[in-house]
């Protein structure tokens, strides 16, 4: 609570809300406390895929600093369970065609992306364009060269762009990083990192190359590899990997199984697997000088659990939408850039592609 | 217990104690239950370090087919504590000099080698030579022309050679194993093994080359590796590994930390990691193409523990030493080949290899 309202007050302030914080009287600190933020920030969901039903919108219910404003879709019906069930007003549903007049729409701060991985590029731009504030789902793009147009266009419309890296805010991950940050243990020594799951009806987006830009690994696959990164504090150095497909039909346009090895600059590997084609894989291990610390699951939704060897970890399970969608309001506030900018999900792609490139090649990449 | 029975009875009656099986009355069965088998093997421990120690010869008291008869140390106070302790008679205790003069003892069955892996070849031949069945600890010995040595010496006397693999006793594993072969969830996909400890004394033979060939790979990387093994039921077909080393003064001679990625001739994928220089990985996963297997830890002494995607296995925890040698023991008794061969040793020696040669030329090993 006494962060809670540390925060509170930070935002407050920075975001230019007068009040005074000079007497700091108790009085004062209580009637804060209780109340909501002055404002919340209007975040319209770009894409109402299963994500946006099952995650996000429940997760913009728990938000202190954000509410869900508007929605872009373009089937009819679930615009209309949306309107209803949400209560958005008709002026904040837009469909693809009508969306570039969000531009006008006072009430929406912020765009969401939640369309299929080869899209958030277009509509990162167009929502940058039209004066919003983008936070894109993860992968950020299908290419380094999409990403970097997303930074740009934000850049130049002076907006913020932060990618949808929910686990950087759940406090199992952040234990992870504060471990290997202060030396909890010494430092690390070795890393392992998979996460995969048996994918379901052959005929949906994430199977399909032009929209998905590939299969497990710019799925899932990339929340082993930014585990490997904070957990380490690192970036690779080089990178080895190696495919297998034992169902080419249903996987005929994207990758099935991977595994990877990374080479940080201290020396430090790690090793990782992905797949979409068997469950049970879901885990950040890493080992230090006199010490261990694991996450399993490490990137489900909820239901995370930590252990090292004095024991488990105690932290509380956080909604990740929420938290995510908070941290961004809050940057948005304060005019700070998110610690999840467009330059971290540029660097995944960046490492995703050479992943790929040294399964094409068999050699391992040498990062620059 | 009647699996007990059924292999005490096989037991004595391939070895040729004249009972007759004809009536299968139940008094018989009784009598036969109750009682202790007609004769245990004579076991003589070379090497009389902590594994022989704290495992094996507590392990021996457990067994049903094997005694501690003889040993064989060039410490006389070792031999002293031991004579005295196990009530081992004079006759049957040898230094490395007077070894060869087990030949001339009747009491001693079966050689079982527990001396740094670079000795294993000598002492195996040794005690083939002496007439001796012979159980060499793993690794089997530090490169494949010894392991053939250790095989053809074994051949020549007529005796059987079995290797350390307590694994592969226990019901844990047996698990793992018969998930693959009955394909209790489908085809495997992927698995990851691994499995290492901090090690202390810097002194200690494990850390000398000469004496122990390698480094944490040989020593606790086997066990990993013949998880792989056993899990997919098939033999690699290509080897990628990766060393780094970041104590170079103690891990002057040997190896530190290593990944490695096997491809199987199916394409199944493997990802392992073995350490000396962190405590916390001692796991076998597998995927399969409807559900997943994992134990962990998997190669304890005990203690194991088992789950797949159905819930907990439930094994009893076994002395896999006891285990390993009842087993010997059996097959001497019925003079019929070990599971865990020779050529079962030699077969990994020859993957280990592969893995330093991947690391020394920087090149995925084909192997033949």
Redesign the interface.
Known sequence: MEQDRRTFIQTVAKSGIAISLATGSAPFVITTRAAEPEKKLGFALVGLGSLSTNQIAPGLQKTKYCRLAGIVSGTPEKRQKWKAQYNIPEQNIYTYETFDKIKDNPDIDVVYVVLPNAMHGEYTVRAAQAGKHVLSEKPMEVSVKKCQEMIDACKKANRLLAVGYRCQFVPFHLEMMRIGREKVFG?V??I?A?F?F?IGDPTQWRLKKALAGGGALMDVGIYALQGTRYTSGEEPAEI?A?E???DPVKFKEVDE?I?W?I?FPS???A???T?Y?????NRL?A????????LDPAYSYGGLEGKT?KGAMDFPQVDHFATEMDDFAQCIMQNKKSKVPGEEGLRDIRLLSAIYESIHS?K?IKLK
């Open positions: 430092p020594k070795a392992e998979s995969g048996k080895t190696f297998t497909k034992s199984t595994n090895h080479k020396g430090v590997m090793n990782c697997t797949s084609n068997f469950n049970g894989l291990f080992g230090y000088e006199t010490g261990w610390a694991q060897g068999g391992t």
